[in-house]
Nanobody, 127 residues
Framework: QVQLVESGGGLVQAGGSLRLSCAAS????????MGWFRQAPGKEREFVAA????????VYADSVKGRFTVSRDYAKNAVYLQMNSLKPEDTAVYYCAAGPEGGGGRYTSRARGYDYWGQGTQVTVSS
């Protein structure tokens, strides 16, 4: 079965860094957009970052632009999110997601653009 597994979350002080990983199995996602979303308690899921299937483009939410970097490794069928200068408001469960084959840019920054989701990893940033 298709499976996405996030790792790398944890507790960090404000201003610190974390690197999240998402390992995919069950199929190859080399032709899919890969995205990161997050959800805090009592809040709706929000877009964080995405990288296109070709690797030629990235997109970031304004709230993380300049602090977070998304990348992917086609050989490992994995996607990563480097998070620097973390703020307490970054506290949330972070999810990776995979889109359909062939990419498609219409919903790259929307949850509706993705078909598969991981279980999430908790990121907590203390003040």
């Amino acid at each position: 079965q298709v499976q996405l597994v996030e790792s790398g979350g944890g507790l960090v002080q404000a201003g610190g860094s974390l690197r999240l990983s998402c390992a995919a199995s069950g199929r190859t996602f080399s032709s899919s957009n890969m995205g990161w979303f997050r959800q805090a308690p009592g809040k709706e899921r929000e877009f964080v970052a995405a990288i296109t299937w070709s690797g030629g483009g990235t997109v970031y939410a304004d709230s993380v632009k300049g602090r977070f970097t998304v990348s992917r490794d086609y050989a490992k069928n994995a996607v990563y999110l480097q998070m620097n200068s973390l703020k307490p408001e970054d506290t949330a469960v972070y999810y990776c997601a995979a889109g359909p084959e062939g990419g498609g840019g219409r919903y790259t920054s929307r949850a509706r653009g993705y078909d598969y989701w991981g279980q999430g990893t908790q990121v907590t940033v203390s003040s």
